[in-house]
């Protein structure tokens, strides 16, 4: 039976065979499986870069055991021999392996890096091969102490030879036409006369004889004076391998490999793949949603550790600071790191949430920090307890503390986002301890829209749906008027009755008003009720709320802090609420972090255009597929979901 290995090198397999054997999902064993992608690497010009991705993170345990078997191919061999391939953990097993020969071990040698040499000279094999010793003793990165114990070890084969002379008489490879000439000046001297190889052995022989007395002697390593003209010479810094995220910086990887990169499936330590990871985050467009969910299901232990060294990178130490971006779990790491500044202490003292108020509020660095404590003083999720707190910690200094509305005043310029950033997940379970947070939150509400509230203080609870039947029947009461006036007969429904005199409505219900269902309720208040009960009501009375015909009573419910994102789904969804509504969703960054609002407002015709159109470039392909198939959403939708869809069917075909 032929082997898969076989098929491929005949080209025989379909192109989605060739698909699944360079990123190794064929089921063959390991030992072919490589095999079949070192032959895709070097011999493939479709899919050799994906085989090659597919290689560098393959398992090192099975790489292992191919590695030392003496049956591997040399191809394989020879793969990952090239420097450009070579990882430390595979060396061992390679120098172990009788099938990789001596001119293997000498191209090893030159290109080892200081790790590899020190794997070299610990190997056995190596220590009695003398070429691969006199070629190591030339490598550009040797340390001071690792060319003294190549040395010692030349010294046990009788001389030690120039470091500079053994880069001179190795060249790196012998070409075709060197060797040719090299056989070519042999056959020459072996078809000479015996006159002729008389002379040459005897023209030496003088020198031989005055030189036989003298002990042998070790040639002293010689370093030629650097020409003006020429190069420096390679010093170990200088010829070091850049770091993967200069590469990516400088956007010299394929996309393949930046796709592993998004991932976080590059085989770099945690803290370089964390900084990539932030850095396409930060600064890639292509590849930048996929490094935040990277980031956002990364290890918290090695988050913990990267954010504690201080040597972590500020643009990593910024992200994790952001208020989308922060995990109560790394706060702590973030607050011991001497390399997190003031500045960013305060922006996290700006917007964090109760659970982060209380870390950082038993943090020693921030209690020695009066700045950061007054901007805490007028954090929006204090409860009772932690101000008290707050203020007894500001008595220590000397200046009296601060009150909680002059701090307030002092962080107005601060990015309004707290309120946004805080995700309920209990809503429903009221807290004693967030009454006085709530008073304030309708407080500010209320001065803030104050002119609007004055403008629709007589506006009463009106459901969207039932506003848009009224605009339209009055709409068509001018025509029927006019038709039943030429007629001289009064139109029905013309009111000969008079509207009797309507209830009163109150700002607060009495208990035997609060009697009834949700709606009776709500409709006995006036605006300003509206407005408190949709911060402070529950679910339902949020439900009802939310559609109401007054433009601020319906934004009121997006600024309840009881909110929750299954709720603001559904609203997103809706086609019975105001545009309005849906806008101001979007302009929330707690809320449009999540797919499902961000889906839910793109497929609902009652979405603005513009919205949608910002909107869509968030969409996951197949989403787009639907949207470009939806026929309740305008044509403006529609055809630009079906140009985005194309494009990204023709980036995945391609990738």
Same mark, same amino acid.
């Given at each position: 039976m032929s082997r898969m290995i076989d098929a491929v090198r005949k080209s025989a397999l379909p192109s989605n065979m060739m698909q699944f054997a360079a990123r190794g999902a064929l089921m063959v064993p390991p030992a072919e499986m490589i095999e079949i992608l070192v032959y895709l690497a070097v011999h493939n010009p479709v899919f050799g870069s994906q085989a090659k991705a597919t290689l560098a993170g393959w398992n090192v345990k099975s790489c292992l055991e191919v590695l030392a078997n003496p049956a591997t191919p040399k191809e394989v061999l020879n793969?990952?021999?090239?420097?450009?391939?070579?990882?430390?953990?595979? %060396?061992?097993?390679?120098?172990?392996?009788?099938?990789?020969?001596?001119?293997?071990?000498?191209? %090893?040698?030159? *290109?080892?890096?200081?790790?590899?040499?020190?794997?070299?000279?610990?190997?056995?094999?190596?220590?009695?091969?003398?070429?691969?010793?006199?070629?190591?003793a030339g490598n550009p990165y040797l340390t001071p102490t690792l060319k003294a114990l190549v040395q010692q070890k030349l010294s046990e084969f009788g001389s030690v030879p120039a470091s500079s002379s053994v880069a001179e008489t190795l060249p790196p490879l012998p070409a075709p036409e060197a060797e040719s000439k090299t056989a070519t000046s042999l056959e020459t001297h072996s078809n000479a006369s015996p006159e002729a190889a008389e002379k040459v052995v005897a023209e030496p022989a003088k020198e031989i004889t005055a030189q036989a007395d003298k002990p042998p002697a070790p040639v002293e390593a010689t370093t030629p004076p650097p020409s003006p003209s020429a190069p420096p010479s390679?010093?170990?810094?200088?010829?070091?391998?850049?770091?993967?995220?200069?590469?990516?910086?400088?956007?010299?990887?394929?996309?393949?490999?930046?796709?592993?990169?998004?991932?976080?499936?590059?085989?770099? *330590?945690?803290?370089?793949?964390?900084?990539?990871?932030?850095?396409?985050?930060?600064?890639?467009?292509? &590849?930048?949603?996929?490094?935040?969910?990277?980031?956002?299901?990364?290890?918290?232990?090695?988050?913990?550790?990267?954010?504690?060294?201080?040597?972590?990178?500020?643009?990593?130490?910024?992200?994790?600071?952001?208020?989308?971006?922060?995990?109560?779990?790394?706060?702590?790491a973030l607050l011991e790191n001497p390399s997190v500044s003031d500045d960013l202490l305060l922006r996290l003292a700006r917007s964090a949430t109760r659970e982060q108020v209380t870390i950082l509020v038993d943090s020693a660095r921030v209690c020695g920090l009066r700045p950061v404590l007054e901007v805490l003083a007028g954090n929006p999720y204090l409860t009772p307890a932690l101000k008290t707190r707050i203020e007894e910690?500001?008595?220590? &200094?000397?200046?009296?503390?601060?009150?909680?509305?002059?701090?307030?005043?002092?962080?107005?310029?601060?990015?309004?986002?707290?309120?946004?950033?805080?995700?309920?997940?209990?809503?429903?379970?009221?807290?004693?301890?967030?009454?006085?947070?709530?008073?304030?939150?309708?407080?500010?509400?209320?001065?803030?829209?104050?002119?609007?509230?004055?403008?629709?203080?007589?506006?009463?609870?009106?459901?969207?749906?039932?506003?848009?039947?009224?605009?339209?029947?009055?709409?068509?009461?001018?025509?029927?008027?006019?038709?039943?006036?030429?007629?001289?007969?009064?139109?029905?429904?013309?009111?000969?009755?008079?509207?009797?005199?309507?209830?009163?409505?109150?700002?607060?219900l009495s208990p035997e008003d609060q009697r009834g269902s949700a709606l009776q309720k709500i409709s006995r208040l006036d605006i300003k009720?509206?407005?408190?009960?949709?911060?402070?009501?529950?679910?339902?009375?949020?439900?009802?709320?939310?559609?109401?015909?007054?433009?601020?009573?319906?934004?009121?419910?997006?600024? *309840?802090?009881?909110?929750?994102?299954?709720?603001?789904?559904?609203f997103a969804g809706q086609k019975n609420v105001l545009e309005a509504v849906l806008r101001g969703i979007s302009m929330k960054r707690r809320f449009i972090k999540q797919y499902p609002i961000v889906r839910n407002l793109t497929f609902n015709s009652r979405t603005p255009i513009d919205v949608a159109l910002g909107l869509m470039k968030n969409l996951l392909t197949s989403d787009l597929r639907h949207l470009a198939g939806n026929k309740e959403v305008s044509d403006t939708v529609r055809k630009l979901a079906t140009k985005m869809f194309r494009q990204k069917a023709a980036t995945m075909k391609k990738s």
């Open positions: 793969y990952f021999t090239d420097p450009a391939n070579l990882g430390p953990g595979l %060396l061992p097993a390679l120098l172990e392996n009788p099938s990789v020969g001596e001119d293997l071990l000498v191209r %090893l040698a030159r *290109s080892a890096t200081s790790e590899q040499v020190t794997i070299l000279l610990e190997n056995a094999r190596v220590s009695g091969l003398r070429p691969v010793l006199e070629v190591l390679p010093t170990r810094d200088s010829q070091r391998a850049p770091s993967m995220i200069d590469a990516i910086r400088k956007s010299a990887l394929p996309s393949n490999i930046m796709q592993f990169a998004a991932r976080g499936a590059l085989m770099v *330590s945690p803290a370089e793949m964390i900084e990539i990871l932030v850095y396409l985050a930060k600064h890639n467009p292509v &590849f930048g949603s996929q490094a935040k969910m990277t980031l956002a299901g990364w290890n918290v232990a090695l988050c913990r550790d990267a954010l504690a060294n201080p040597a972590t990178p500020r643009e990593v130490l910024q992200y994790f600071t952001d208020p989308d971006n922060l995990r109560p779990a790394l706060l702590s910690k500001l008595s220590m &200094f000397d200046a009296p503390a601060p009150t909680s509305s002059a701090v307030a005043e002092t962080v107005a310029s601060a990015p309004a986002s707290a309120a946004e950033t805080q995700t309920a997940t209990s809503p429903e379970t009221p807290a004693s301890d967030a009454v006085e947070t709530d008073e304030e939150r309708c407080d500010r509400f209320m001065a803030e829209h104050a002119t609007e509230i004055a403008a629709g203080a007589d506006k009463e609870f009106a459901p969207v749906e039932y506003i848009d039947e009224i605009a339209a029947s009055e709409a068509e009461a001018p025509v029927a008027q006019a038709a039943a006036a030429s007629a001289g007969v009064q139109p029905e429904g013309t009111a000969t009755q008079k509207p009797g005199p309507t209830k009163a409505k109150k700002s607060m009720g509206r407005i408190l009960l949709a911060m402070k009501g529950n679910r339902e009375e949020r439900s009802l709320l939310v559609r109401d015909g007054t433009k601020i009573v319906a934004l009121a419910v997006l600024e *309840s802090p009881r909110i929750t994102d299954s709720e603001v789904e559904r």
